[in-house]
């Protein structure tokens, strides 16, 4: 991907815009698993004729796109990727967008409060990753986005943002509990009003 911005971008003064991770995480994922090929195949049904840069909001339509292409011409594999793509995206967070003095306090934090700590920091730059969809933190160890932008218009028998779960799992198993798993259990393109994901862990109720 480059070297990435250090620090949480600046937000656009334009609403409409996700981080270049969002994107480039699912390149770099499509191409490890498919190979060149397959990515530039993929790039073309999704009219990604070029690629942000690492420092680069990019509107969220176009990572979109990206996305639900994937899905689309890659069933089989789709969740995988994405899912990769999702803790790359966190790896990248921790190495370049989250202060280390900031994780150091979450490490040696209780789990509550670590957990929340955590959501109000995803909260303040949610647009990185929920663009124009609503961020929400109805439980502790809940996290809920309305009008995911990723999955706009998309419609699927089961929850899909297997990219979100993965990013959220990665985060809160590096500076919460390594114990912790994410699980979608509602998707707004299986009909629900949002996406809900909820973390669990041994002992953790």
Same mark, same amino acid.
């Given at each position: 991907?480059?070297?990435?911005? @250090? ?52 509107? &969220? ?5 990206? $996305? ?5 011409? $890659? =069933? ?19 190495? &370049? ?9 979450? $490490? ?13 920091? @995803? ?18 160890? +809940? ?5 995911? =932008?990723?999955?706009?218009? +998309?419609?699927?028998? +089961?929850?899909?943002? $297997? ?20 699980? +979608? ?21």
């Amino acid at each position: 991907m480059g070297a990435p911005a @250090v620090g949480w971008l600046k937000k656009p003064s334009r609403d409409g815009f996700v981080a270049p991770e969002v994107v480039l995480s699912v390149v770099d994922a499509v191409d490890r698993s498919l190979g060149a090929e397959a990515l530039g195949e993929l790039l073309t049904s999704a009219e990604l004729f070029r690629l942000p840069a690492p420092d680069e909001p990019v509107r &969220e339509e176009k990572a979109a796109r990206l $996305h639900q292409t994937l899905r689309r011409t $890659h =069933p089989d594999t789709a969740r995988t990727i994405l899912a990769a793509a999702g803790r790359a995206t966190a790896d990248l967070v921790l190495a &370049e967008r989250l202060p280390l003095r900031a994780q150091k306090l979450l $490490h040696n934090a209780p789990w509550p409060v670590a957990a929340w700590l955590l959501g109000q920091s @995803v909260k303040q730059n949610a647009w990185h990753f929920v663009g124009t969809g609503t961020f929400g933190l109805p439980g502790r160890l +809940e996290i809920e986005i309305t009008d995911n =932008p990723l999955l706009r218009g +998309e419609k699927t028998n +089961e929850p899909g943002c $297997h990219y979100h779960a993965a990013l959220f799992e990665r985060m809160f198993q590096v500076l919460v509990d390594q114990r912790l798993s994410c699980l +979608e259990m509602t998707c707004g393109s299986a009909g629900d009003p949002s996406c809900r994901f909820a973390l669990f862990g041994p002992d953790m109720g």
